[in-house]
């Protein structure tokens, strides 16, 4: 089948980076608009950063300046390179397509499963 598989937390220092990967698995013919959110221990699920297919990017204001979103559509794969990362980025991060279209049929809303963030400082 189709998922949606992260890759890349850890934990890190403050000030420190981390480059999150989202990769597709399966036979992938695209995807539209990809995102990256995260959620703290007791909090919300927000918003990140988006990118869609033709690249345009959103970030949330709290990260502007120190993440990065990307993405490869030959690869299938979104990426989210994080710097000077601060201890209230803890998080589990998660990645998530509006849309994707495979040999299995199309997909809608499709996330990931989640790759924990922790900064200490």
């Known amino acids: 089948q189709v998922e949606l598989v992260e890759s890349g937390g850890g934990l890190v220092q403050a000030g420190g980076s981390l480059r999150l990967s989202c990769s597709a698995s399966?036979?992938?013919?695209?995807?539209?608009?990809m995102a990256w959110y995260r959620q703290g221990t007791g909090l919300q699920r927000e918003l990140v950063a988006s990118?869609?297919?033709?690249?345009?990017?959103t970030y949330a204001d709290s990260v502007k300046g120190r993440f990065t979103i990307s993405r490869d559509n030959a690869k299938n794969t979104m990426y989210l390179q994080m710097n000077s990362l601060k201890p209230e980025d803890t998080a589990v991060y998660y990645c998530n397509a509006d849309r994707l279209t495979s040999q299995y049929g199309p997909f809608f809303g499709l996330w990931g499963q989640g790759t924990q963030v922790t900064v200490s400082s």
């Open positions: 399966g036979r992938i013919y695209s995807i539209g608009d």
């Open positions: 990118i869609s297919r033709d690249d345009y990017t």
